[in-house]
């Protein structure tokens, strides 16, 4: 007779490990206790040393299949004789934390929902050890119901009876519950409810209605995604004119025959415990063309919510649309709203009905979003079925720190000794409503990872509402260059800890001279940075509205290279003869105008000189079409040998000038477009190859929100590996400022483990 203690690490709670153990001890006879312990599983194992390797084996090689394990240790110890196996009370305890993310319905519990003999039959909350809600019901840990939002509806006896039935699928499930004792649903604010509620609900949607819908993580916008008139109204009330919205499919089926499913990796993580939007090239469908206007892609995924299957498919006799849009339901930049007092606050004027429940939401989630690249997913936005799941580093980093991430897009990270812990996603911080949600999650999750930090890192930039959230944290704050803090979080996303060439191009960065930087080339170490090279600098001229009017960077770039610059911009239509003369006065007198290296702004006047997109309705507008119209080509155009006085600046204004002379030649739009990729990512190529003969270093880092842009990844890791050299870039964690919070927390890290020291 032997008795071992297990620790099991990993996501470990909310999976459903406890049961699992508990089943494969009676397996192999064992005798003894399962507890979590908060940063771990705490396992007793008594019995003969065979029966304990059998155990051992069946823990390492037949986990829960929603679990990770990264390690197990064993130590035998003295104890006393066990009687039998039981699942024991939950106790807190200090160490590594990890906290599950939601899970998407399993296909068991799906089948048992439209299944007329089971008990929950049709019921919206159906959920077992291996799937539903976990981070967005969770209060506190360890995870069990009474640190949820599903401690207010007790179990029925049906339901404790399974709970506390080793055999059962819903032994320990801590959000187990049925059409007697679970949550509700009902129409907001009416006195419909239940079954009557869904009908309606989905009557509505026949009809061409617009009904915001309670879900995991948030509420959701859905209407008739096949009806153009429909989704126009939503366009109208949301004030959206063209940014695509997201679908959602009653099925595979629906997924093909709308999306070109490239491979089985695509597949699998469509129908997988995770069930992110996934980026997929359209087909002519019957998908409105308002959905995804002039787009080549669109985002889709399956229901991963009971309550959204039911939408799909009920016992009402409605003929249901076979895809919804199911967009968040906030206003442009806001966080997703959540609650009720939200929802007749934000929500009334864009909808026709409002379905709920009463299952508190104690985090927000959002949809995460995933590109493909190279047969890989590409993470764009990473949220439900991700966060916050940890990245984890060999460095043995100690102590706490958060790092509180962007303006836009954002997310926050805190850094636990070695694993840091990206935040689900918040939004644009311009909005304060996004900025409450900031303050409010981040004293949630710093609470659940039981951390004090000692120090909060952000931008530079002195305005942010990032930086200023940062500053009244009341701990020390330090600031971080943004563009480096883009390479820290694709070196930490790839445990990198050695010198790299950074290549950082995005929108716009608070430089350290007091200029906009975007397209820059760094040599980059975890202790700082120096600043190697640039796109050529261009004025950005009329402040906020730069960013939004790319006809505004291609007419000061045209002034700067042009003696006949009001000619060129009326034989482009750039604007009216009015707007440019403006324009020229402000340029010459540097009016309202500051020196710029941005990447997206260069990408938004290269859009703007091919009658792309003047003018943008949403973030990436004008660079995401001028990469679709790059897809296009037909001909690629010879590069060019470059020249510039200066080997630290990319003459990208030189590409411009090119751009536009062959524009007024009338050459083919899309073979431009594909020229202006090309030799942009032949630029990059060459000045990283110039850095890496001077230091010596052969590893280039590639980050920032302009590879977002697959077309440009793809150029420039291609031609810095056909000169030899190693890229690491991101993955899962999203290249665009959603990292950017990695970045500035392993930085902050660094600086804890320096000044320790």
Known sequence: MTTECLRVFGIVQGVGFRPTVARHASTCQIKGTVSNKGPYVEIYAQGSEEQV?????????????????????????????????????????KGEIFISPDIATCETCRKELYDPSNRRYLHPFINCTSCGPRLTI???????????????????????????????????????????????????????????????VRQLLHDGKIVAVKGIGGYHLAVDATNEEAVRRLRERKHRPFKPFAVMAKDMAVVERECMVENEIVRDLLTGHQKPIILLPKKAGHIANSVAPDN???????????????????????????????????????????????????????????????????V?????????????PYMIRRSRGYAPLPIMTTHPYQGHVIGIGGELKNT??????????????????????????????????????????????????????????????????????????????????????????????????????????????????????????????????????SAKEGWRIAASMIYDLFEDGEDVIAQLALCDKQNAHVLKVMHDKQLNAIKSTSAGRLFDGVSAILNLTLTSSFEGEAATRLQ???????????????????????PTNQLVKDIVERRLRHE????????????????????VSRVHQETGIETVALSGGVFQNTLLLELCEKGLKEKNLQVIRHHLIPPNDGGLCVGQALYASRLFEKEKR
């Open 668 to 687: 083919n739009v899309a073979d431009l477009a594909y020229y202006f990729h090309q030799e942009l990512a032949h630029m990059i190529v060459e000045s």
């Open 53 to 93: 390797a059998h155990f051992k084996e069946l823990l390492e090689k037949k986990p829960p299949q929603r679990s990770t394990i990264l390690k197990i240790t064993s130590q035998k110890v003295i104890a006393p004789i066990f009687e039998d196996f039981q699942i024991i009370q939950s106790e807190k305890t």
């Open 628 to 650: 679709y119209e790059a897809a296009k080509a037909q001909h690629v155009i010879k590069t060019k040998n470059w020249t510039s006085s200066q080997s630290n600046i990319l």
């Open 296 to 362: 080549p892609k669109i985002g889709i995924m399956l229901p991963y919510a009971p309550l959204q299957m039911l939408l799909f498919d009920y016992d009402d006799g409605i003929k249901m649309p076979d895809v919804l849009v199911m967009t968040s339901a906030n206003d442009s930049g806001a966080p997703i709203t959540r609650d009720e007092e939200g929802a007749r606050k934000e929500l009334v004027g864009l909808c026709d009905a409002i379905l709920s429940h009463n299952r508190k939401i104690r």
């Open 364 to 376: 927000r989630c959002d949809d995460s979003v995933v590109d493909f690249y190279q047969g890989e």
């Open 412 to 545: 926050f990270c805190i850094g636990r000794d070695n694993l840091f812990y990206p935040s689900a996603y918040i939004g644009d911080l311009g909005d304060i409503r996004s900025v409450e949600a900031l303050k409010e999650s981040l004293k949630l999750m710093s609470s659940l990872l039981e951390v004090e930090p000692q120090i909060v890192c952000h931008d530079l930039h002195p305005r942010y509402n990032a930086t200023m959230v940062a500053k009244e944290m009341g701990i020390r704050s330090v600031g971080i260059q943004h563009h480096y803090a883009h390479i820290l979080s694709c070196m930490a996303e790839n445990d990198w800890h050695d010198q790299v060439i950074g290549v950082s191009f995005d929108g716009t960065g608070y430089g350290l001279d007091g200029s906009i930087w975007g397209g820059e080339i760094l040599v980059c170490d975890l202790d700082g940075f120096k600043r190697e090279a640039s796109i050529a600098p261009f004025l950005q001229i009329g402040g906020d509205l």
């Open 138 to 200: 969770l209060e506190g840990l360890p995870y069990d119901r009474e640190r949820t939002s599903m401690k207010e509806f007790p179990m029925c006896p049906a339901c404790e009876k399974e709970y506390h039935d080793p055999v059962s699928r819903r032994y320990d499930a801590q959000p187990v519950c049925c059409n007697d004792c679970g949550p509700e649903v009902y129409l907001l604010d009416e006195d419909i409810k239940g079954h009557e509620a869904i009908s309606r």
